[in-house]
């Protein structure tokens, strides 16, 4: 069964960083494009950036030129760097196979407050 562990959330101060990583437990890791996501009590769940198998990458428009995802396929993990935080990127954070989008993780949770 595919499952997802994602970790790096916290607390950080407005322009902070963070960086969060999420295991994926998915035997053609390597074959698969990789997503994350995020979340608000208020909001449905939308979607931050795509890494494909390749390692082309895409990005919201809410996030590009600060956040930058990435993989690392020996150890089935992707990865979001976030740069330059902004309080309404405070959020759940989740990742997953994004034409799949099922067995969604705990998520990790990333506050941005001063």
């Known amino acids: 069964q595919v499952q997802f562990v994602e970790s790096g959330g916290g607390l950080v101060q407005p322009g902070g960083s963070l960086r969060l990583s999420c295991a994926a437990s998915?035997?053609?890791?390597?074959?698969?494009?990789m997503a994350w996501y995020r979340q608000t009590p208020r909001n449905q769940r939308e979607w931050v950036a795509t890494i494909t198998t390749t390692g082309n990458t895409n990005y919201a428009d809410f996030v590009k030129g600060r956040f930058t995802i990435s993989r690392d396929n020996g150890k089935n993990t992707v990865y979001l760097q976030m740069n330059s935080l902004k309080l309404e990127d405070a959020a759940d954070y989740f990742c997953n196979v994004p034409s799949i989008q099922r067995n969604w993780g705990q998520g990790t949770q990333v506050t941005v407050s001063s």
């Open positions: 998915v035997g053609i890791f390597r074959f698969v494009n």
